[in-house]
């Protein structure tokens, strides 16, 4: 058994594991407090759910700005040092959050903190699925991301644990935490992570550089997918953590217990789940995907036990599974020479936008079907079942070299 790991182990770059246990602790870090804050805006300072997914669609929408920005960046300049500062400089917004709350400064402050956090991880993400390109060969660029994604997901396991405990005690607790352990993430990707020299790119930035969607329509629809997916995915944080929380009714610590089994789901099964898919099409995982997705928060609103929630979520997390890695490996894929990072960012840019218009889209249902959960998650889940259908049209017009593993 032991003799299988290290085999398993070997098989990939020592930098693709460096990466994946910084991304587990900065993932740890940022699941500690942010699932919560939501709840904190409700019930500690009287925010809406409309306003509530207004926030984090602003907050998303200058996310998914920066993204595009974070890709550019990842191309020019070394991806390592990108990764290392905008670990710590979150670090130290975490830190401000929880002097916001302990001091009692209120809904603005605590807002201009989280929105300066999330283009420090806006700039983080695209150089992070980069390096993954820098560090594998195409074949196994697959597995790579899904490595990763399980690692973050651990993180994503881990921290809502914790931080459901500790938002028993103080909301400001929670962001100590973040900020101690973020830190801790910036420093091994410090010191552990050596990458190989990339050649970036010399030509002057121009902003037009950040629409190169227009000349690849492959990736446009890809993007505009993604973007369709992705308002479904956003549920899980904002909408859902509420409606579970405030209207169906379990508690916090509960909420946490949801979010552990959803990132020990991952953390065990994504590798077994991808490597079961490795032959079918991206376009296929990815309609695969949404079709889950769709049936999994359409039950939500039918459900009000913890136990039908964590069966719920259960499945919902299988659908986040099977499309998650061949979203980037069709990006990566489509990526011509030199230019992966601003592939990474246009698609992030797309996710992030998803995850910016997601709450809203769901907090604003919520509000107006208030009596009637059930209408009010098919209509947030339907989304799904388009991205399906889309993804099943893009297939036809990919070639077929570019919609498959190599």
Same mark, same amino acid.
């Given at each position: 058994?032991?003799?299988?790991?290290?085999? $398993?182990?070997?098989?990939?770059?020592?930098?693709?594991?460096?990466?994946?246990?910084?991304?587990?602790?900065?993932?740890? #870090?940022?699941?500690?407090?942010?699932?919560?804050?939501?709840?904190?805006?409700?019930?500690?300072?009287?925010?809406? @759910?409309?306003?509530?997914?207004?926030?984090?669609?602003?907050?998303?929408?200058?996310?998914?700005?920066?993204?595009?920005?974070?890709?550019?960046?990842?191309?020019?300049?070394?991806?390592?040092?990108?990764?290392?500062?905008?670990? !710590?400089?979150?670090?130290?917004?975490?830190?401000?959050?929880? !002097?916001?709350?302990?001091? +009692?400064? &209120?809904?603005?402050?605590?807002?201009?903190?989280?929105?300066?956090?999330?283009?420090?991880?806006?700039?983080?993400?695209?150089?992070?699925?980069?390096?993954?390109? +820098?560090? @594998?060969?195409?074949?196994?660029?697959?597995?790579?991301?899904?490595?990763?994604?399980?690692?973050?997901?651990?993180?994503?396991?881990?921290?809502?644990?914790?931080?459901?405990?500790?938002?028993?005690?103080?909301?400001?607790?929670?962001?100590?935490?973040?900020?101690?352990?973020?830190?801790?993430?910036? $420093?091994?990707?410090?010191?552990?992570?050596?990458?190989?020299?990339?050649?970036?790119?010399?030509?002057? $930035?121009?902003?037009?550089?950040?629409?190169?969607?227009?000349?690849?329509?492959?990736?446009?629809?890809?993007?505009?997918?993604?973007? /369709?997916?992705?308002?479904? /995915?956003?549920?899980?944080?904002?909408?859902?953590?509420?409606?579970?929380?405030?209207?169906?009714?379990?508690?916090?610590?509960?909420?946490?217990?949801?979010?552990?089994?959803?990132?020990?789901? /991952?953390?065990?099964?994504?590798?077994?789940?991808?490597?079961?898919?490795?032959?079918?099409?991206?376009?296929?995982?990815?309609?695969?995907?949404?079709?889950?997705?769709?049936?999994?928060?359409?039950?939500? &609103?039918?459900?009000?036990?913890?136990?039908?929630?964590?069966?719920?979520?259960?499945?919902?997390?299988? #659908?986040?599974?099977?499309?998650?890695?061949?979203?980037?490996? @069709?990006?990566?894929?489509?990526?011509?020479?030199?230019?992966?990072?601003?592939?990474? &960012?246009?698609?992030?840019?797309?996710?992030?936008?998803?995850?910016?218009?997601?709450?809203?889209?769901?907090?604003?249902?919520?509000?107006?079907?208030?009596?009637?959960?059930?209408?009010?998650?098919?209509?947030?889940? $339907?989304?799904?079942?388009?991205?399906?259908?889309?993804?099943?049209?893009?297939?036809?017009?990919?070639?077929?070299?570019?919609?498959?593993? +190599?």
């Amino acid at each position: 058994m032991v003799e299988r790991i290290i085999n $398993f182990v070997r098989q990939y770059d020592r930098n693709l594991w460096a990466l994946s246990f910084g991304w587990f602790v900065g993932a740890l #870090g940022f699941a500690v407090a942010i699932p919560f804050i939501s709840i904190y805006f409700h019930s500690e300072l009287g925010l809406s @759910l409309s306003q509530i997914g207004l926030f984090f669609g602003f907050m998303a929408l200058v996310r998914s700005l920066f993204q595009l920005v974070g890709g550019e960046v990842a191309d020019r300049y070394e991806r390592k040092q990108l990764l290392v500062y905008t670990q !710590i400089l979150r670090a130290i917004t975490f830190i401000g959050i929880a !002097i916001s709350i302990y001091m +009692d400064w &209120g809904f603005w402050a605590i807002a201009a903190s989280l929105t300066i956090n999330s283009i420090f991880g806006a700039m983080f993400h695209p150089a992070a699925n980069a390096m993954v390109s +820098d560090v @594998l060969s195409k074949e196994k660029r697959l597995e790579g991301f899904a490595i990763t994604r399980a690692s973050g997901n651990l993180g994503w396991a881990a921290g809502p644990a914790l931080g459901g405990f500790m938002a028993e005690f103080s909301y400001g607790h929670l962001f100590i935490a973040a900020s101690i352990i973020t830190f801790v993430s910036g $420093f091994v990707f410090a010191f552990f992570l050596h990458p190989p020299k990339i050649n970036a790119i010399d030509e002057r $930035f121009k902003f037009k550089d950040l629409i190169a969607i227009k000349d690849d329509p492959n990736l446009a629809a890809h993007s505009i997918l993604i973007f /369709v997916l992705y308002i479904v /995915v956003a549920q899980l944080i904002a909408p859902f953590s509420v409606y579970s929380v405030e209207i169906a009714g379990i508690s916090e610590v509960e909420l946490g217990l949801i979010y552990t089994i959803n990132g020990l789901m /991952v953390v065990s099964l994504q590798l077994l789940v991808t490597k079961l898919l490795s032959n079918f099409k991206f376009t296929s995982q990815l309609a695969l995907g949404g079709l889950i997705y769709a049936i999994g928060y359409g039950l939500v &609103g039918c459900f009000s036990t913890l136990e039908m929630f964590i069966l719920v979520i259960m499945f919902i997390t299988f #659908g986040e599974m099977v499309m998650s890695p061949p979203s980037l490996a @069709l990006t990566s894929k489509l990526a011509p020479e030199g230019r992966m990072g601003r592939y990474m &960012g246009i698609f992030g840019f797309f996710v992030a936008s998803g995850w910016s218009f997601g709450p809203l889209y769901g907090g604003f249902i919520l509000d107006q079907f208030k009596t009637e959960p059930v209408k009010a998650w098919i209509l947030i889940s $339907f989304l799904g079942l388009v991205s399906a259908i889309g993804y099943l049209w893009l297939s036809r017009r990919l070639p077929p070299e570019i919609n498959k593993r +190599d």
